[in-house]
Each structure stands twice: as structure tokens, then as C-alpha cells.
């Protein structure tokens, strides 16, 4: 709610003077008094007005204060509604709890101290405000939330459609041959395409992930066969690369194996990418332990500590002038990790290479 438009406070109460007192010392710029002199006229104005604060007189004839909270307590429109009692009876500890039971938020005993009053007043209007904005915000959310599924939709299908019209286009154009320079632009065009495709596909998983739709369907798979399926592709992708794989233990599991294969594919670009020509990256799988399943995957490269510090950032993990990419991969990485339940580290140092490792559980969550 705008902090120009005023919250609604109620008074129920049968004593027109009471009323008036009412309503001159709760005047405010915040605040509009809306009065009612029975129960049935403040179900009548409940219906189509929405009120931050009830303040109800307990002893009106016909039906008392205490039955009006009870039906304010019944209804949906009404239940979240604070009521404030106010009694001009001794102190009766069952009438007190009584009144808590009918849904009271608090009691005054008449005459009431003005300024006792006021502060509560303001508490409970500055607390529906609040929850007005939170309402706002949430409602914004959603929407939002619908928009980033819409643009999903379209880098999932309208993008993907003339990409794989380009990339098969690209590949004619490559088996040509003829002349030279024709194979040379059939070869970059396919290969701004798989970037351009690899781009979306993180776009995909990041519009998951900060949506919170990200999904695993895990199943029994092998740590090992998932590893030499993206080390294949590399190998094609990157020709006179080198990857040197071990493996020890037991590898099998249950885990989403096409999650961990993105995962493997990105350090395993980020390891060839930023590695020491001529230098190899290497893989190790590790299936010793029998509650865990882990990787490391190593290069003899150095990254600088600027570089370091954003590694699992978005948009930060490496220098778009270096990468050629959106510096998602690394942040990628780390929340399919996590959502099995795992963890993954990064470390470098001169003399060392770049290591990054991260392990899972063996039965990986459904998540």
C-alpha cells in the first residue's frame, strides 16, 4: 500500500460518544477510522472494506464483541484481521481468555490512556503495511517468475529451431572442402554455432536455477561411463587435446547422470580452455569411499586471484575478452553439485596448476 493512501482502522462500538472520541484521537495522515455501532454493521462494512486493525467494544447489545471476533475468525476474508478489545469491566481472568480464544491480539481496559492507544494503533497499521508490500512484492515475483518461463520457452524452441538449421547448414559448407576458404567458413560457422547453442543451454540452466525449477531425476548410472562420454566429446570438440584419466574404487551410484555430465563438461572446457598447451588435463574418479563418489580434474594453468575470487559468481568467472563466454559454466557447476547434496573447490597456484574437485553422495536426493 502506497504510504499515501490511509489504513483502515475499525471501532465497534454501541456509544456514539465513544465513537467520536475514537475517531478524534486516532486522526492521522496514516490512519482512516471507519465506525461501526454493532456487530452486524461491522460485518456489513467487512465486506467491502479492508481494515489493518479492529478495535471492539466486548459488551454491545444483541452480539457482544466476543461472538463478532469469533465470525471474523470464521471467515477468509477476515481471519488475519488483529482485534484489540476494549472493556470497560474489571479485570475477569476467564473473560480474558475468553477473549484470546475468540481471536484477540490484545486487551484495554476503559478509560483508555490515549497514548497507550495510539502506539498500538501505530504498531499494528505500520505491520499491515508491511504486509501489504510483502503481498506487492510476491505478486511481482510471480510475475516475474511467468515472464522468465515465457523467455525460457523461446531460447528453449525459437532459438534452438534456426540454430540447428545453421549448424547442419555449416556442416555442408564444411564438407565442400572446395575451395579452401569455403572449409575455413563452414568450420567457423559451426563452431559460433555450438557456442552460441552452449550459451543458451546455460542461460536454460541459470533461468532454472534462480527460479528454483531445477530438477534431478536421479538413477543408477556410473561416475565412470558419464566421464568418458564428455571426455569423447572433448576430445572430438578439441583435437590433439590431451586427457589423461584414472579411476580407483567402486563407481556406481544414483544420481542424475545428465546433470553430472554438464558438470564434467564445463570444467572439463574450462581445463582446456585455460591449461598449458601441450600440457594435459588430467581426470581422476575416486569410488573409495563407500558413502561418496568424487572427481578431480586438473591443468597445469594458473589462474590470477581476481580471477579466483569469482569463480562461482555469475557472470564473473573469467573476463569475457578471455573466455569468449557468459561466465556461467563454474556457477553451473557448483548448483548442479549442490542439488545432489555435494560440494565442489577450486584451487590454483603457481607451480601447481588448477584443481577443482567436488564430490557427491552415492544416492543423490530427488530434488
Not at 63 to 81: K, N
Not at 195 to 214: A, E, H, N, V
Request: with cysteine; glycine share 8%; net charge negative.
Amino acid at each position: 500500500m502506497p504510504e499515501s493512501i490511509p489504513a483502515n482502522v475499525l471501532i465497534v462500538d454501541d456509544v456514539p460518544q465513544n465513537l467520536l472520541a475514537m475517531q478524534g484521537l486516532l486522526a492521522a495522515p496514516n490512519v482512516r477510522v471507519v465506525t461501526a455501532r454493532s456487530a452486524s454493521d461491522a460485518l456489513e462494512l467487512l465486506l467491502h472494506e479492508d481494515v489493518a486493525l479492529a478495535l471492539v467494544d466486548v459488551q454491545m447489545p444483541g452480539m457482544d464483541g466476543f461472538a463478532l471476533a469469533e465470525l471474523m475468525r470464521g471467515a477468509e476474508r477476515t481471519r488475519d484481521i488483529p482485534i484489540i478489545f476494549a472493556t470497560a469491566a474489571s479485570e475477569d481472568r476467564r473473560r480474558t481468555f475468553r477473549g484470546y480464544d475468540a481471536g484477540a491480539v490484545d486487551f484495554l481496559h476503559k478509560p483508555i490512556e490515549p497514548h497507550i492507544l495510539k502506539s498500538k494503533v501505530a504498531v499494528f497499521v505500520d505491520l499491515y503495511r508491511q504486509r501489504r508490500a510483502l503481498r506487492r512484492r510476491n505478486e511481482e515475483l510471480e510475475r516475474l517468475l511467468k515472464l522468465n518461463e515465457m523467455m525460457t520457452a523461446v531460447l528453449s524452441h525459437d532459438l534452438r529451431t534456426p540454430l540447428s538449421a545453421i549448424a547442419l547448414s555449416a556442416e555442408i559448407v564444411q564438407r565442400m572442402g572446395q575451395p579452401e576458404s569455403v572449409h575455413r567458413a563452414g568450420t567457423r560457422i559451426k563452431s559460433s554455432t555450438l557456442r552460441m547453442t552452449q550459451m543458451i543451454d546455460q542461460l536454460l540452466d541459470f533461468s532454472r536455477i534462480r527460479s528454483g525449477t531445477l530438477e534431478l531425476a536421479p538413477r543408477a548410472a556410473r561416475l565412470d561411463a558419464v566421464c568418458e562420454a564428455v571426455v569423447g566429446e572433448q576430445r572430438a570438440a578439441v583435437p590433439g587435446a590431451t586427457i589423461e584419466c584414472r579411476a580407483q574404487g567402486d563407481l556406481a551410484g544414483r544420481f542424475d547422470p545428465d546433470r553430472l555430465m554438464q558438470v564434467f563438461a564445463n570444467l572439463l572446457g574450462n581445463a582446456l580452455q585455460h591449461g598449458t598447451p601441450g600440457e594435459p588435463v588430467r581426470v581422476h574418479l575416486d569410488g573409495s569411499d563407500p558413502d561418496r563418489l568424487s572427481a578431480e580434474i586438473a591443468n597445469a594453468g594458473e589462474a590470477p586471484p581476481q580471477v579466483q575470487d569469482g569463480w562461482f559468481t555469475p557472470f564473473r568467472s573469467a573476463p569475457k575478452s578471455e573466455s569468449g563466454g557468459l561466465g556461467l559454466g563454474l556457477y553451473i557447476v557448483q548448483q548442479f553439485v549442490a542439488a545432489h547434496g555435494g560440494n565442489v573447490q577450486g584451487r590454483s597456484a603457481p607451480g601447481e596448476g588448477t584443481c577443482f574437485t567436488f564430490s557427491i553422495p552415492r544416492g543423490a536426493p530427488a530434488s
